[in-house]
């Protein structure tokens, strides 16, 4: 019953600690009971599999913390109308998996090699994990660590050196101390050690807290220029009225809460993620053709030096199977079509610029996995509105820049707001400030879209830009290079939010290096499993030559 309640605690100290309802303090201390837990399994219980006792304890651990943080989920709904229970039982499950795959695997290593070791071991693979987890197929960095502090961005102020990676790093530093201050201190009770320790894990709380409000207090970059951004909400219910309605009408209602809202001049107008042309979408090879584009152009053409950044969803045709990209689906037998998320650019007299979104939504927008798990499920894809094929993506990040003026736009697309590493290559291309197209509509008013506009807050401490965030139906919002909201829209309103956008040139750290942490947490895993395969092999032989 004790390991069981050290387990509890722990899921409720991992689940008050998550934006944007919760206190991120607690995530501190937040594993060290199921530290505990592990420890007095392996080391005083009679249980005879305790390995299985410790994996079980801590799925149930990870499973609570997951469907408290990410049960919004459920909100999105199947085409039939009814909640999605696959929407949120394949993430929490499989999550939760791999998170007590990582302690199990912590739990192994830290009884073949001691305490010590396994400690070095947790934050190597636990880091490692979180890397991987941004970068796989399945990718779902939903519940990384340094998330957690999203919502106090005076207090990680430092993620511009280390990004949101670091912070990870920080959080399961601190809980190791404090377990490793506890096992001193059941060990020998010596005062002197519980002093050093204690203080020890304070000043590594505190120090990073002192530099980020010191940093915060004297933010004192220059910007290059200014620009006046107009965002768009449309309020656009993604379930019905989206592939319902005409996307003539559709797109008129977007121009005329444009056009409604105009005060003065507007350098940019920034509709959210698939906002044209609501059911179907535009070829590529036609852009200057499509009426839908056209009328964006005759919109401004009324509106001089004014442009127009939206999302589409959009599409191309390949007449060649060879020269057909992977994810293309064929629709006859000379015809094949690859389908994209896309952000335009849209200028009067020039070509419409394109970039198609580069991280997807697993199970909505791409099918992980294809050529081994398409054989054993189908076409079996969660349909959340979205496609039921995998999309097409863009190998490299792109920044969009304005004729008139300095400004140069990251065109971030929904879900790719959340991977810190992935939006510093937009900075890298000349992106002076960043600007989010989303859809939050999905999962109604829950979490979701709060949580996914916190997140975005350390995208503009990370690279210094910042941040017009259109969305759907709410939070539309205007970021500074702080990571301070400086206003922002209710959820389902239909409305606009206008803001005067500084723009800043420039790389920070962490634009420079990415999640170096992280890669060097990889190869702190593979020195600790070389090291512990060398120690094996050395048990074996001397073994061998005492026979």
């Known amino acids: 019953m004790k390991y069981v309640l050290l387990t509890l605690i722990s899921a409720m100290l991992l689940s008050v600690s998550w934006p944007t309802y919760g206190v991120p303090f607690f995530i501190f201390f937040a594993l060290v009971p199921l530290l505990m837990m592990e420890h007095g399994v392996s080391k005083f219980s009679n249980y005879s599999r305790k390995s299985w006792v410790v994996f079980g304890l801590?799925?149930?651990?990870?499973?609570?913390?997951?469907?408290?943080?990410?049960?919004?989920?459920y909100g999105?709904?199947?085409?039939?109308?009814?909640?999605?229970?696959?929407?949120?039982?394949f993430p929490v499950l499989v999550n939760s998996f791999l998170y007590s795959l990582v302690f199990q695997c912590y739990h192994w290593y830290k009884n073949a090699q001691g305490t010590y070791w396994g400690m070095a071991f947790l934050v190597a693979i636990w880091m490692s994990f979180e890397k991987f987890h941004l970068n796989w197929q399945l990718t779902w960095p939903w519940l990384n660590l340094g998330n957690s502090f999203s919502d106090y961005p005076k207090l990680i102020q430092w993620y511009d050196t280390l990004g949101a990676t670091g912070g990870s790093f920080w959080i399961l530093l601190v809980n190791l101390l404090i377990f490793y201050t506890i096992r001193i201190w059941e060990a020998g009770r010596k005062r002197k050690d519980l002093i050093i320790n204690v203080s020890a894990t304070v000043l590594l709380i505190g120090l990073p807290m002192i530099i980020s409000l010191i940093k915060f207090n004297n933010f004192n970059e220059k910007p290059i220029g200014e620009v006046s951004v107009l965002m768009l909400q449309p309020d656009l219910d993604p379930y019905n009225e989206k592939y319902n309605k005409d996307s003539i009408t559709i797109q008129n209602e977007l121009l005329n809460l444009a056009e409604k809202n105009t005060k003065g001049k507007i350098d940019y107008y920034i509709a959210p993620e698939t906002a044209i042309p609501g059911r179907g979408s535009i070829s590529e090879t036609a852009f200057e053709k499509s009426d839908l584009l056209n009328n964006v152009k005759g919109f401004?053409?009324?509106?001089?030096?004014?442009?127009?950044?939206?999302?589409i969803s959009s599409h191309k045709y390949f007449l060649d199977k060879n020269t057909a990209p992977t994810n293309a689906y064929q629709i006859n037998d000379r015809v094949w079509v690859e389908s994209y998320n896309s952000a335009v650019q849209i200028i009067p007299n020039q070509t419409v610029e394109v970039y198609h979104k580069g991280k997807l939504v697993p199970g909505v927008e791409i099918f992980p996995y294809m050529n081994v798990l398409k054989p054993l499920l189908g076409d079996a894809m969660i349909n959340l509105g979205g496609t039921v094929a995998s999309l097409g993506t863009d190998k490299e990040r792109v920044a969009f820049s304005n004729p008139y003026n300095k400004g140069k736009i990251a065109p971030i697309i929904c879900y790719e707001s959340i991977y810190g590493e992935f939006v510093t290559d937009y900075v890298k291309k000349g992106a002076n400030f960043l600007g989010i197209m989303t859809n939050d509509s999905w999962w109604g008013v829950t979490e979701g879209h709060k949580q996914l506009l916190s997140y975005a807050k350390m995208r503009a401490i990370e690279t210094r830009r910042e941040i017009v965030r259109s969305a759907n139906s709410g939070i539309s919002a205007h970021i500074n290079a702080k990571g301070e909201i400086l206003g922002d829209t209710f959820y389902g309103?239909?409305?606009?939010l206008f803001a005067k956008v500084n723009l800043y040139e420039g790389e920070t750290f962490y634009v420079r290096s990415g999640d170096f942490l992280s890669r060097l947490s990889i190869f702190a895993l593979g020195f600790l499993l070389f090291y512990f395969l060398i120690k094996w092999f050395q048990n074996k032989m001397k073994k061998e030559n005492k026979k």
Not at 59 to 68: D, G, K, L
Not at 76 to 89: E, F, I, Q, R, T
Not at 300 to 311: C, D, E, I, R, Y
């Open 58 to 73: 801590s799925y149930v651990c990870f499973v609570i913390w997951n469907v408290v943080t990410t049960g919004w989920l």
């Open 493 to 496: 309103d239909q409305t606009t």
């Open 300 to 311: 401004l053409a009324k509106h001089p030096g004014s442009v127009f950044t939206t999302g």
């Open 76 to 89: 999105s709904k199947n085409p039939d109308g009814s909640h999605s229970m696959m929407a949120v039982l």
